[in-house]
C-alpha cells in the first residue's frame, strides 16, 4: 500500500531517556502512551551518565537512572507497550546475565520485550566506572560473540562456548522466555563493514541512529548486501530510525513530519519518536495527530 504522501505506511513507537527526568515524571508519561494504540512500542536506552541530544545543553554530572531496572519497572506498570532497549551496551554486563535479565523482563511484560544489543561506545562512562570498551575492532568482535551466545543461552537446553570474549560452561538459562523462541533481536549501529553484518546475521530488527537521515538509504542497501552474502531475505529485518521530538512547539512538530515524510519514503518501517526532557504526556496526542497521514495504523 502506497500514501498518499508518496511513501508507504509507517509504525510509530516512542523513546524516552532516563537522564535529566525522574521515575515519576517517566511512568506517567509511559501510561499515557500505554493507552494510545497509535504508539506499538517504547524504548530507553543504556548509559549511567546523560549523553548528548540535539538542542539540549550537555552536563554530564546530571542525573540519569540505570536503563534495565527502569525497563523492569515500565514493563510491571504498563500491559500493551511493547518495550525495548536501544540499545545495551554489551560490554556493560555479562552476557549470561544480561540473558537472565532479558528473560525476566520478557515475563514480566507478559512477552513484550524486545531485546536491543549495541558495541558500546562511552568512552567517559565505561573509563569511569572501569568497564572495559576496548577500541572499534574489539567492541565488534565482543558483540558479535555477544549475539551468538545470547542466542544460544534463550533458545537451547545447554549452552558450551569458547570465544575470545565469552567462556560458557554448560551453562542453562531457565526458564526460557515466554515469547518463542526468544525475545526479538534489534542491532543499533551503522557501522558498514562489522555492524551492518552482524545485524544481517542475527538481528530481528535494525535500528539506525537517525542523526544524518539523508546516509539511511545507504545503509539500508549495505545492510541488503550483507543479508544475500549470508543467504538471508532482508524483509526478515524491521527497518528503525529515531526521530527526534525536540518539544511540542509548531515548529517541532512540523520538523518531526518532515523528517517522518522523509523515511517514509525510503521503506522506514518503524519510526520511533525520541521525544526530550521534560517529557510532557501531551506530546504524545500532539505527535500522533501530526503523523496520522504516515500510519498504517
Known sequence: MTQANGGVPVRFGFKTSPQYTTWRELLAFWQVADEIPFYESGWVFDHFYPIPQPG????????????????????????????????????????????????????????????????????????????????????????????????????????????????????MCEPKSVQQPRPPIVIGGSGERRTLRTAARFADHWNYVGVQPELFPRKRQVLREHCAALGRDPSEIVLSSHVWLAGSTAADLAAMTRTVEYYAGQQLDLAIIYVLPPLDPAALELASAALADFSQA
Open 56 to 171: 539540549r545543553e550537555f552536563a554530564p554530572s546530571g542525573p540519569c537512572l540505570e536503563g534495565w531496572s527502569v525497563l523492569a519497572a515500565l514493563a510491571s506498570a504498563t500491559a500493551r507497550l511493547r518495550l525495548g532497549m536501544l540499545v545495551t551496551g554489551i560490554h556493560y554486563r555479562n552476557v549470561a546475565v544480561l540473558a537472565k535479565m532479558a528473560v525476566a523482563v520478557d515475563h514480566v511484560s507478559a512477552g513484550r520485550l524486545e531485546l536491543g544489543l549495541g558495541a558500546g561506545w562511552n568512552e567517559h562512562e565505561s573509563d569511569a566506572y572501569g568497564i572495559y570498551l576496548g577500541p572499534p575492532s574489539q567492541r565488534s568482535d565482543r558483540l558479535e560473540e555477544a549475539c551468538a551466545v545470547l542466542t544460544s543461552l534463550l533458545t537451547e537446553d545447554v549452552t558450551n562456548f569458547s570465544g575470545t570474549y565469552f567462556t560458557l560452561t554448560g551453562a
